[in-house]
């Protein structure tokens, strides 16, 4: 098996912080010996965060869009430029409300809802009091694919034709008509279309790290691959130019990371514009394209620079070289730019910079002003060597309370398959962090933003050779100074829900207790009941994870509901009844099967959620009843 070469900036070495931790291979890592007492904080204080996204810009650029959650559920709200003013625009006493646009003079709303946390997404239109549905129907998924050319209505994908099949449209605000754009009798995904509604980009999901791209003729009905024919890369598809004559898109063809390139539909020529030392996650065009936004993920931290595209260089802003920004957006006349900044000790906020003055400005705050940010636990980069010498990237947290003499801790497993740990503020780390816990967060084999190799290399070893990883992870945390050995848990959601129940069948005396969120129980079951509104990317996914046909065998031998008689550690499982991905059926079933062995269980089924805790009372609950479990599974 290839062993990946890591950058040395993410690789903990001796000589640059030997006085905090070393490499696993040759020594123990240990924490700092100075002792530093902080303030312990409660589930409802951590809960007084807030949670904010958005930043879209009103017509006439006065008014940024965004969505908090700070009433206690996700609403729409507005930020006045000029006043400085926030007003809340629409909010939901039963689900969460998120602000998409600002359309017209008045800057009526176009906002999405999930009722339920079900299947059915939902996108409204709301003009003074009056709210429409533009997507309706009992089972309708629709989701927001942006604002058209010339501002005069939004793109949105609908399946409300048939389940499987996600359609095209436009809506426009005027004559509130929903127009159909492609009608989608492919077995591919669409993205987006020309500006002059002639060509589409059509995705094929071979597996997860290999998309082909479609430039489809919709007047001809003809297509042309972008990608070639022995294509084993990552195409994704950015767009068009304002003329449509070329296309935009990203891949890693030929790289282990992705780079942004342009194609001229009539020539066929292909010009790499733009390639980093990382993956480009997405690139952003002004509405005039003449700046672009390109946004890298640098071990785990959001970067994003801009480029002046007439000048071909990019703009010196000082505070883009520093925040770790996610979301960048133009606002009319290039006048304004709004970020969205997070950091390990700050939720998501959105900040405003005016490119006349190079001034920025902090116009939400989302941390709650009880909790004193230096009381909260930076994560440092550290690397795990595997069971087979690869080296695994993770990020360690440490209590900054270092008065107990041996702690308690926990190696926490990221969703996916194909997720990743990043810098950005995780609540539920914090809290545990806060409560005296040392937490090491693995992105194991299979993680995103490591090279396409580091990407492919869990797949149909899932729960086996990524598991191993997991397992050094722990051998890690038992080498530190100060940490108790004995008591080393595991803790993760969704497929990290997964290798947690995997750790504690087929290893089950690794780790002395475990925490799974929506995790997978039955992979039998999961793969032969995927969603309709997956059938676009279902054979990627078995060919990733499994044909729970051919490979019965195999999907039925990595699946914990089979082999809970081994599980011999106290389990804590948390879900959504309402969730589209991980039914409540997965948990139901390990939890009786383990309780019927008399090994403490504690089940958290939570009525009101889906796949992941969206409301703040139920966030309280959750970080309550780990911190419980956590006390009372630990000595």
């Known amino acids: 098996m290839k062993t990946l070469i890591f950058k040395t900036k993410f690789i903990v070495t001796i000589c640059s912080i030997i006085s905090i931790f070393l490499l696993f291979n040759s020594c123990s890592t240990n924490r700092t010996s100075k002792n530093i007492t902080v303030k312990n904080y409660t589930p409802e204080q951590f809960a007084k965060n807030k949670y904010i996204s958005g930043g879209t810009f009103s017509k006439n650029g006065d008014k940024i869009l965004y969505t908090s959650d700070e009433t206690g559920l996700p609403a729409a709200w507005a930020y006045n430029i000029k006043t400085d003013e926030k007003t809340l625009l629409h909010s939901d006493s039963i689900n969460a409300v998120y602000s998409l646009t600002l359309f017209g003079d008045d800057d009526h709303l176009i906002y999405t809802m999930n009722p339920g946390g079900g299947r059915a997404i939902h996108i409204y239109a709301k003009e003074e009091d009056d709210i429409t549905n533009i997507t309706p129907g009992d089972n309708v998924r629709a989701t927001w694919r942006g604002v058209n050319g010339d501002n005069s209505g939004i793109y949105y994908i609908s399946n409300k034709r048939s389940p499987r099949k996600f359609d095209r449209y436009e809506y426009l605000f005027e004559t509130k008509i929903s127009k159909l754009i492609f009608q989608n009798d492919t077995k591919y995904s669409t993205s987006y279309n020309s500006y002059n509604y002639k060509y589409i980009l059509l995705h094929e999901s071979i597996t997860e790290e290999i998309t082909n791209l479609y430039l489809y003729d919709i007047i001809n009905k003809t297509s042309i691959s972008l990608s070639p024919e022995d294509n084993d890369s990552y195409f994704y598809g950015k767009g068009f130019s304002l003329d449509n004559k070329e296309v935009y898109y990203l891949t890693n063809y030929g790289s282990e990371f992705a780079y942004f390139v342009k194609y001229n539909i009539e020539t066929k020529q292909r010009t790499i514009l ?233 290893y089950p005396d690794e780790f002395a207790f475990g925490i799974d969120m929506f995790g997978i129980s039955n992979w039998l079951q999961v793969l032969n009941n995927t969603p309709d509104f997956w059938a676009a990317r279902k054979k990627a996914l078995f060919k990733e994870m499994g044909d729970p046909i051919k490979d019965s065998l195999m999907l039925y031998n990595k699946s914990p509901l089979f082999f809970s008689d081994n599980i011999k550690r106290p389990l804590m499982v948390i879900q959504g009844a309402n969730d589209p991905k991980v039914h409540q059926s997965e948990s139901d079933s390990i939890v009786a099967r383990v309780r019927k062995n008399n090994i403490p269980v504690d089940y958290i089924l939570f009525k009101d959620e889906g796949h992941g805790i969206r409301k703040k009372e139920n966030q309280i609950k959750t970080m309550t009843s780990i911190g419980e479990f956590l006390k009372q599974h630990t000595n």
């Open 274 to 506: 733009i390639k980093e030392d990382w993956d480009i996650v997405s690139t952003d065009f002004s509405p005039n394209h003449n700046f672009l936004a390109v946004y890298t993920n640098e071990n785990g931290r959001a970067r994003v620079k801009v480029k002046d595209i007439q000048k071909n260089k990019y703009l010196d802003i000082p505070f883009l070289k520093t925040a770790e920004i996610e979301k960048l957006r133009f606002g009319p006349n290039n006048k304004y730019l709004s970020f969205q900044v997070v950091g390990y000790n700050q939720p998501k906020s959105i900040w405003l910079l005016n490119l006349e003055t190079n001034t920025t400005k902090q116009i939400t705050s989302s941390i709650n002003p009880e909790i004193a940010v230096t009381d909260l636990s930076k994560p440092i980069d550290t690397t795990i060597i595997s069971f087979d010498g690869l080296k695994i990237p993770a990020f360690l947290y440490f209590p900054k309370d270092n008065s107990k003499r041996k702690n308690a801790a926990l190696v926490w497993t990221h969703g996916g398959p194909g997720g990743q740990f990043r810098t950005n503020y995780n609540q539920y780390i914090q809290y545990v962090v806060n409560q005296g816990y040392t937490v090491l967060a693995v992105n194991n084999r299979g993680s995103s933003g490591y090279g396409k190799t580091f990407k492919a290399l869990d797949n149909q070893k899932h729960g086996v050779d990524d598991l191993l990883d997991i397992i050094k992870g722990k051998e890690l945390l038992a080498s530190l100074n100060g940490i108790d050995e004995n008591n080393i848990g595991i803790i993760g959601d969704s497929y990290g829900g997964y290798l947690v129940l995997a750790a504690l069948t087929f």
